[in-house]
């Protein structure tokens, strides 16, 4: 079975802190997404990363950063957390490579609910 | 602009009877769809998905229809069941895009016994 991982499943930060949400998937996947999950709006993508040291923006990157030292590993940065960051954060992964070949699911973590005070 | 489109916020169905979601698509280009189901407090799981080249696929009390002249897929759960309360996504990708899903906003579902 496919195991993604997120560091956290709660966490309260005060407005202006530096966040960093882990994510850890142990399948050997090649893309891996990060996105937040409000009511009403579904799942809007900020960051995915198809490779090592490959990032591309999604629908919503503004506020946030990604890093991908590792292949298995994919952590999202808020640079300086602010109340409207406050969401359920989600990360997935997906078998499929750059070149657009291979399955299209996507395998989820159990999301982060970060509240920002 | 909303590519993909789930116009039912939520819905009500009593057990045993049929729950049918809906789901519309703009994007013609888009070739594979997929459903996904989500609890509360958890992390989506992948429950069935459709190429663009069927119309109907099924998985156990899951089946999927999609009608790609109308640009509508629809997620039938015969009989439906208290534990299948949950909201439901609608996802949709091409060839090409890297695996980028792009989801609906959900239809949150209610089964009552």
């Known amino acids: 079975d496919v195991k993604v991982t997120q560091s956290s499943r709660y966490l309260v930060k005060r407005t202006g802190e530096k966040v960093f949400l882990e994510c850890v998937q142990d399948m050997d996947h090649e893309n891996m997404f990060w996105y937040r999950q409000d009511p009403g709006l579904g799942l809007r993508l900020i960051y995915f990363?198809?490779?090592?040291?490959?990032?591309e923006k999604g629908d919503i990157p503004e506020g946030y950063s990604v890093s991908r030292e590792k292949k298995e590993r994919f952590s999202l940065i808020l640079e300086s957390a602010s109340t409207n960051q406050t969401s359920m954060y989600l990360c997935?992964?997906?078998?499929?490579?750059?070149?657009?070949?291979?399955?299209?699911?996507?395998?989820f973590g159990p999301g982060t609910r970060l509240t920002v005070l | 602009d909303q590519q993909v489109k789930q116009n039912s916020p939520s819905l009500s169905v009593q057990e045993g009877r049929i729950s049918i979601l809906n789901c519309d698509y703009t994007n013609s280009m888009f070739d594979y769809f997929l459903w996904y189901k989500k609890y509360p407090a958890e992390g989506p799981t992948f429950l069935i998905s459709?190429?663009?080249?069927?119309d109907k696929n099924e998985d156990g009390r899951f089946t999927v229809f999609l009608n790609k002249s109308a640009k509508h897929l629809s997620l039938h759960i015969v009989p439906s069941q208290p534990g299948d309360s949950a909201v439901y996504f609608c996802a949709a990708t091409r060839g090409g895009s890297q695996g980028n899903l792009i989801f609906g906003k959900g239809t949150k579902l209610s089964v009552k016994p």
């Open positions: 459709i190429s663009s080249i069927k």
């Open positions: 997935a992964s997906s078998l499929m490579g750059w070149r657009g070949t291979g399955p299209h699911e996507q395998f």
């Open positions: 990363s198809y490779d090592v040291k490959m990032k």
